[in-house]
């Protein structure tokens, strides 16, 4: 019986494989580099040149009262901050004004204006800021008939 010879793959076709198998081989090296920066076991943002940990608390406020009465105006909203926030950090802050929704205890949809409050300060700074952060969240919400203040925090570097 004569021995069967296998047919010699083109050019292109040996130029595909080999293009096909590096790139197979680069995705396999890279492939745990990216899963663990998607892997955050730090607790905050990823590792920058530059920047001091800091904690990002952002504080979003209603002006719609659940007991029907006037919503919350701005002038009333600045001699809170003025009265409740400045005092607790007088670092600085940044005021966003901005429209929201959320569903409210009864389960209806309310639509209103909002504002964002954006806290920056050292993580280490965390467990002492935390109870002014919580005060603040109270004050608004018996000043103003609130049913809740949304909080939102994320680690971060900073640098200034």
Request: proline fraction near 8%.
């Amino acid at each position: 019986m004569p021995a069967r010879t296998r047919p010699r793959p083109s050019p292109t076709t040996t130029r595909t494989r080999l293009a096909l198998t590096t790139a197979a081989v680069l995705l396999a090296a890279g492939a745990p580099a990216a899963y663990a920066a998607l892997d955050d076991r730090s607790g905050g943002a990823a590792p920058t040149a530059r920047g001091a940990a800091y904690v990002e608390t952002r504080l979003l406020f209603g002006t719609e009262r659940p007991d029907g009465g006037p919503a919350v105006t701005d002038r009333q909203f600045t001699a809170f901050v003025d009265r409740e926030v400045t005092p607790a950090f007088p670092e600085g802050l940044t005021v966003r004004e901005g429209r929201g929704q959320w569903r409210d205890a009864s389960g209806r949809i309310v639509r209103e204006r909002s504002y964002e409050l954006v806290l920056l300060y050292p993580a280490g700074q965390a467990p002492v800021r935390d109870p002014a952060v919580e005060r603040i969240r109270d004050a608004y919400e018996r000043a103003f008939g609130q049913e809740s203040v949304a909080r939102l925090d994320e680690r971060t570097s900073v640098d200034f």
